[in-house]
């Protein structure tokens, strides 16, 4: 198969994939219940009958948690469509040169989402403990773009970026599984369906990585980085509906 027939029916894929990932998340948006957390705030208070610094909280909002996971799908959406429409000539291109930036644009804002509904499910409602939690899996999916652009200087393969990113990566889940044994150890787990996204979506966003690690070393088929790209937008597409079936069952679901 040629390059030019290969480039043709990824961009028809990318098509496809946005048409999933809307409908997916019309279909959470239309079919989820009110259900919402609250985002919070930390600060000192004075304690005037002690004359001393105490910690205070403050409910800044709430949000229904439907737009939350409706929200990593349609960026997920607009990216494919954008790939396969207005950008796809720039993305053929790149493909060519055995990069994809869109890709980790994309990554930088989806999974960072998906990941702070991750945080929140598990208990984590204070803004600035999200911002953390959605700056490090931005920088971690930013890093896969540095990785990218700085190997096509290098002749041999530099995996600095990567390890970098895999650092940075790790951080949100260790936070979250310090929330885990708390609660556990408080005698308040979290409910089951809250376990089951931990462990799957952890594998998940590992298979990302394992991705790379299988496109830079050309192993099989990832010897074609096209077959590496393909791989990516599957995983994707798994990752995301994953996670937002499992929301929308286990606390979405009209009543």
């Given amino acids: 198969m040629t390059k030019s027939i290969k480039l043709s029916k990824l961009r028809k894929f990318n098509l496809k994939m946005a048409a999933l990932h809307a409908v997916q998340g019309a279909a959470v948006l239309i079919l989820a219940n009110n259900f919402s957390l609250p985002i919070t705030t930390n600060y000192l208070s004075f304690d005037k009958a002690t004359e001393k610094l105490t910690s205070a909280q403050q409910n800044l909002f709430t949000i229904r948690f439907a737009w939350l996971i409706a929200a990593f799908l349609f960026v997920s959406a607009i990216a494919h469509l954008t790939i396969a429409t207005v950008y796809n000539k720039n993305y053929n291109s790149n493909l060519e040169k055995g990069l994809n930036k869109a890709r980790w644009f994309e990554y930088s804002i989806s999974a960072s989402i ?18 953390m939690i959605f700056g490090l899996v931005a920088i971690m999916n930013l890093m896969g773009l540095v990785m990218e652009v700085h190997n096509q200087i290098t002749t041999k393969t530099s995996w600095l970026s990567y390890y970098i990113g895999c ?3 790790i951080i949100p889940w260790v936070a979250i599984g310090i929330y885990f044994w708390a609660g556990v150890n408080n005698g308040s787990a979290p409910p089951t369906f809250v376990y089951g996204i931990f462990f799957t979506l952890f594998l998940m966003f590992n298979s990302f990585a394992i991705n790379m690690i299988l496109q830079y070393k050309k192993v099989g088929k990832w010897k074609d980085y096209l077959y590496g790209e393909r791989v990516y937008i599957i995983l994707s597409l798994v990752a995301k509906s994953l996670l937002a079936w499992q929301v929308f069952g286990g606390t979405l679901r009209p009543n």
């Fill in 167 to 169: 650092l940075a990566g």
């Fill in 114 to 131: 998906m990941m702070v509904a991750i945080a929140m499910l598990s208990g984590i409602y204070d803004i600035s403990s999200l911002l």
